[in-house]
């Protein structure tokens, strides 16, 4: 069964540096999302993206967010000066279609501990 | 403002016997919903979903779930719990104002006893 990767499985990272979170979602997917869980809370969603485009983000995805699907295949989020705060599991989904539905496949997720 | 409740941290059952996780929902209309489960390590896996029609709903490893409109409830149930069961389990809402956002509960973790 196809499956939604992300890479790598955990990223360490220094207080203000830059990370790129990459995914590969399912290949005849259109719909994107990154959802993160901080240790020990509920999991929020941060962004979803369709043709290109960022289709809805909410009060987390700052302007040090951003998110880009660079060529066919990949998804990234990136996290231009991280803080301590933004250590969490990231998980990226993707989905046939936004009416819910064809549900979000979410993947394994990346561990992001920033130092 | 739109929540999932899980009232239930951590639960612990013994191998065989019957399990059932609670979830209420916050949201005037009846928004779609979802319970995924969430093993060691891993991401999010898909148990069930409802979207309408049928109450009571069949998803994958054995589990069930069932919506009661009169009480805002999507409780997952499981007659016979393996210690494979044991995991993160998550009950989620979307369909929230015409938008695709999975809002998700606190989690309610499994714990299975031999």
């Known amino acids: 069964e196809p499956e939604v990767t992300q890479t790598p499985s955990h990223q360490v990272t220094q207080m203000g540096q830059e990370v790129i979170l990459r995914c590969v979602p399912i290949?005849?997917?259109?719909?994107f999302y990154w959802y993160r869980q901080i240790l020990g809370q509920k999991v929020e969603f941060l962004v979803s993206?369709?043709?290109?485009?960022?289709?809805?983000k909410s009060e987390i995805f700052d302007d040090q967010f951003s998110v880009e699907r660079p060529d066919g295949s990949n998804f990234t989020l990136k996290i231009r000066s991280t803080k301590l705060e933004d250590s969490a599991m990231y998980f990226c989904?993707?989905?046939?279609?936004?009416?819910?539905?064809?549900?979000?496949?979410f993947g394994d997720g990346t561990r992001l501990s920033i130092l | 403002a739109q929540s999932v409740t899980q009232p239930d941290i951590h639960i612990t059952v013994s191998e065989g016997a019957s399990l059932e996780l609670r979830c209420n929902y916050s949201y005037g209309a009846t928004p779609y919903l979802f319970w995924y489960v969430q093993s060691p390590g891993q991401g999010l896996q898909l148990l069930l979903k409802y979207f309408s029609g049928d109450t009571l709903v069949q998803g994958i490893k054995g589990f069930e779930a069932e919506f009661k409109r009169s009480q805002s409830s999507f409780n997952l149930r499981k007659p016979s719990v393996h210690w494979s069961d044991a995991a993160e389990y998550f009950c989620a809402v979307g369909g929230i104002l015409n938008t695709d956002k999975l809002i998700f509960g606190t989690g309610t973790r499994l714990q299975v006893f031999p």
């Open positions: 993206f369709y043709n290109n485009e960022i289709s809805e």
């Open positions: 989904a993707s989905s046939v279609h936004d009416s819910l539905n064809q549900p979000q496949h």
């Open positions: 290949s005849n997917h259109l719909y």
